[in-house]
């Protein structure tokens, strides 16, 4: 008898009724002694208060199962926990209550992700390679895909040129080829998309593809709506550190869409005031423009 149950989903991430919390200090007396933080490490729970310790409560019972081939989008306004859940899910900072289960090695890709400025990018994309597990040899054979994929090279010969020296969209598109060039079990990408021109997005959304064929998950944090749309089959909404929505793409972003007041406005701020109105017409042309108005040709 034929079996007609459909394929298994591999979960990949399980996050379980996850909270996180910053503590940062202020400014209670001897805040700046070493006596005062052994007392902080030592009595931690007891001294917060009194040593002015404010705890933020980034993410709150956050649970979700994420599968192996998907690609998620986290999206929310500034502030509201996405990039501190990744970190968190890439093991890079501790939960104050819940779990986080992953199958494999998270791979964290951020614009911030560390190289070192005084090496060149050629070193750079060896010790990348070597930080992620790849042999010397197999970042040899795939080093001038990298850099093609980069686009470093395309003004001038800048991939033999110490990272210090270049601008903060070249780092980033460096960063993720480096990174693309393994394939992840799962890749968290934190607003890494944003840095490039639109050639080199359009190149990152199709690796992003690759790598879901390959049985990797992605996660992808960005402002920019229309790349969740073109790279993400699910969305998950983190709001004040809470999930309000998670499910398929067009659903979640036409919510949230009405909550932003439309695409791509989280993150940007007010529109500026109206201009005054043109004076009507038959009015004095002659007439002075007010003290401190500029009056363009």
């Known amino acids: 008898m034929a079996d007609n149950t459909p394929a298994e989903r591999v979960p990949t991430v399980v996050v379980d009724g996850v909270d996180i919390v910053y503590r940062v200090n202020g400014t209670g007396a001897g805040r700046g002694s070493a006596t005062a933080a052994l007392n902080r490490i030592l009595r931690r729970k007891k001294s917060e208060k009194a040593s002015g310790v404010r705890r933020v409560h980034a993410v709150k019972n956050v649970s979700f199962v994420a599968y192996r081939g998907e690609a998620i989008g986290l999206i929310g306004t500034n502030g509201s926990g996405k990039s501190t859940l990744l970190k968190a899910v890439a093991g890079l900072l501790p939960v104050e209550n819940g779990r986080i289960h992953t199958d494999g090695q998270p791979s964290l890709l951020g614009v911030n992700a560390a190289l070192m400025n005084d090496l060149t990018g050629e070193r750079n994309v060896y010790l990348g390679g070597l930080a992620m597990g790849m042999s010397r040899a197999q970042i040899k054979e795939r080093y001038q895909d990298i850099v093609d994929f980069s686009g470093i090279n395309d003004k001038g010969d800048f991939i033999t040129l110490p990272m210090r020296t270049y601008s903060s969209g070249m780092s980033a598109r460096?960063?993720?080829?480096?990174?693309?060039?393994?394939?992840?079990?799962?890749?968290?990408?934190?607003?890494?998309?944003?840095?490039?021109?639109?050639s080199f997005q359009k190149r990152s959304e199709e690796r992003i593809r690759e790598l879901r064929k390959h049985a990797g998950t992605v996660f992808l944090v960005s402002h920019s709506n229309k790349s969740i749309r073109d790279t993400c089959d699910r969305v998950l909404w983190l709001e004040r550190g809470e999930l309000r929505m998670d499910g398929p793409t067009e659903e979640v972003l036409k919510e949230y869409e009405k909550f932003t007041g439309g695409p791509d406005k989280a993150a940007k701020p007010k529109a500026a005031p109206k201009a005054a109105p043109k004076p009507a017409a038959g009015a004095d042309s002659d007439a002075k423009a007010a003290p401190g108005t500029k009056v363009s040709a």
Do not use: P, Q, Y
Request: glycine share 4%; hydrophobic share 50%; charged share 30%.
């Open 174 to 198: 460096l960063r993720f080829s480096i990174a693309a060039a393994k394939d992840h079990d799962v890749l968290l990408v934190d607003e890494a998309l944003a840095t490039g021109d639109r």
